[in-house]
């Protein structure tokens, strides 16, 4: 295992340790690799103690989930989305949202989440890939006016929802994508973009999160 991804194995070992960290070509993306759990990880029902630790601190960075997936994959394509401007990754897992904007041009590039493996898999991840991502663990931490924020597979927890006023408080536009919500009860907001992607690697997620939808704010 390269040197630079053991800190994060160290952190999955707390909680699945039998998995392993590998350094991944990312489906759909052009020269895009994220430090992600191995896909032939089993997929057989985890032991009692296994389980506990999944549910007390689960690894959720050690996937690219599908609505990040699919967002990474619009910015490759279309990279004048962001090209210049400031974007923030509130939740960012993996950081796929966040190297991906970086990579697009973005002029400069945030990655926020409240759990700390999760900025440390960031930090690893935008150096695999040779960009340059700030890292914040609270949104309070961002600066006042933002271009943009970018929110993905974030809003499955239904608690979530206030997080959309405090963002809309701190960006010119905010982008929300989820496959698991048809709606952000938030009328601010238009669908702009749908697209297909699953979460990489894929461990058993169901078809029918398969579908990403993009809600879109703007002042």
Known sequence: ???????????????????????TQLPGLKDL??????????????APATMRAVIANPAYWAFCWGSGLATAIWLQAEPQLVAGQVIADIGCGSGIVAIAAALAGAREVFACDID???????????????????ICRDIRELPRNLDQVW???????????????QIKD??????????????????????????????????GEFDEFRQVRFFRYQR
């Open 1 to 23: 295992m390269p040197k630079r991804l053991e800190p994060i194995q160290e952190r999955l070992r707390i909680t699945l340790p039998e998995a392993r960290i590998e350094a």
């Open 151 to 165: 929110i993905a597979d974030v809003l499955y927890d239904r608690s979530n929802l206030p997080l959309i006023q």
């Open 116 to 134: 700390d493996d999760a900025l440390l898999a960031t930090k690893i991840n935008a150096e695999l890939n040779g960009s340059n991502v700030n």
């Open 33 to 46: 690799t994220l430090a992600l759990i191995n896909a032939d990880f089993s997929t057989a029902p985890l």
């Open 170 to 203: 701190r960006a010119n536009t905010v982008i929300i994508s989820d496959s698991r919500v048809s709606d952000v009860e938030d009328e601010d907001f238009e669908i702009v973009h749908q697209a297909e992607a699953l979460t990489f690697p894929n461990l």
